[in-house]
């Protein structure tokens, strides 16, 4: 079968740095995204990645390993309102989306 | 501002009621998505439209029915819904369909009740 984990909640202090992992099982592989989701809010996207290695975007950094089925969001220099859902997303070999069901991180002063 | 609108936000009905949801997307994307979202799940998805045509139905209840006459605008139209159908209903549209980098952008969704 096919499936996505994620923690299901990670707590984290303002100014601090967190990582939240995701593996994956597929069948085949077409890129992994990240999306971050406020409370009663849509979905955003924050990353992609295809190829193996670290991409960074600001305070956020997302990093794959194919061989592993691994990726990572690293945030960096942590803000109240980074506290959401993050989730990850796996582009299989029929190019259909499969989700996971989010990482809440919850950021305390 | 997404670029993607959904109407209603919140939704009422009973069990023998007819709605509809409406989507709406100012992006000029050629790809329309609708999303189940329930507490701690993952994401549902439901039927996908490119250029207009139905590409995907992942055995959704027919009390579901998705419509897309244009390539801005996506429907939901329920009828005879179940409890456990409540959940957040999640619009998304992608510039593509079935290419690896093409994010999608969602709306904000409806949250939808059935009693």
């Known amino acids: 079968g096919q499936n996505i984990d994620q923690p299901t909640e990670m707590t984290a202090t303002e100014g601090a740095i967190v990582q939240i992992n995701c593996t994956y099982q597929?069948?085949?592989?077409?890129?992994l995204f990240w999306y971050q989701q406020h409370a009663g809010e849509a979905p955003t996207f924050l990353s992609y990645?295809?190829l193996d290695g670290l991409e960074e975007k600001g305070r956020f950094s997302s990093f794959l390993s194919r061989s592993k089925g691994y990726s990572y969001l690293l945030l960096k220099e942590l803000q109240m309102k980074d506290s959401a859902s993050y989730l990850c997303a796996v582009r299989g070999g029929n190019y259909q989306l499969i989700w996971g069901a989010g990482t809440k991180l919850i950021i305390k002063p | 501002e997404t670029g993607v609108t959904q109407t209603p936000r919140h939704l009422v009905m009973g069990m023998t009621n007819k709605k509809s949801l409406k989507c709406e997307q100012h992006l000029g994307h050629n790809a329309m998505y609708w999303y189940k979202q329930s507490a701690k799940k993952p994401l549902e998805l439901m039927f996908v439209?490119?250029?207009?045509?139905?590409?995907e139905n992942n055995s959704v209840p027919s009390r579901f029915s998705p419509e897309c006459p244009n390539s801005s605008h996506l429907f939901l139209h329920l009828h005879t819904l179940q409890p456990e159908d409540s959940a957040l209903y999640l619009c998304?549209?992608?510039?593509?369909?079935?290419?690896?980098?093409?994010?999608?952008?969602f709306g904000p969704g409806t949250r939808l009740t059935v009693t």
């Open positions: 597929t069948s085949g592989f077409n890129g």
């Open positions: 998304a549209s992608s510039q593509d369909y079935g290419t690896g980098g093409s994010e999608q952008y």
């Open positions: 990645n295809v």
């Open positions: 439209y490119s250029l207009e045509e139905r590409v």
